[in-house]
């Protein structure tokens, strides 16, 4: 499992420049959601998905190749995704 800060370095180094985790506890995440438009009650229980994902558990769910259950189709690592964003323009190298 990558951490976000091994995923920003992973965007940084596709695109050419520095890219930056910054961890953030679940309140200002929250506050910056609905500081942004989110309903309050929504934008906790989002804070409240990434410490869980913080905290790993999200690999306790499940096992490995569930993904690939759901997709109905093999999972993309990455580094895969981060390839196919940029040549179809989701991912701007400017």
């Known amino acids: 499992m990558l951490t976000k800060a091994q995923i920003a370095r992973m965007i940084?180094?596709?695109?050419?420049?520095e890219i930056k985790h910054e961890n953030v506890d679940e309140?200002?995440?929250a506050k910056g959601m609905v500081?942004?438009?989110?309903e309050e009650g929504y934008a906790n229980i989002l804070a409240e998905l990434d410490r869980a994902i913080?905290?790993?558990?999200e690999e306790k769910l499940g096992v490995e190749g569930d993904l690939?259950?759901?997709?109905?189709?093999?999972?993309?690592?990455?580094g895969m995704w981060l390839d196919d964003a940029v040549e179809?323009?989701?991912l701007?190298?400017?």
Do not use: F, P, T
């Open 12 to 17: 940084g180094k596709k695109l050419g420049r």
């Open 27 to 29: 309140e200002e995440i």
């Open 35 to 38: 500081e942004g438009g989110l």
């Open 54 to 57: 913080r905290n790993g558990d």
């Open 68 to 78: 690939d259950v759901v997709l109905e189709r093999k999972g993309k690592s990455v």
């Open 88 to 90: 179809n323009g989701k």
């Open 92 to 94: 701007s190298l400017i």
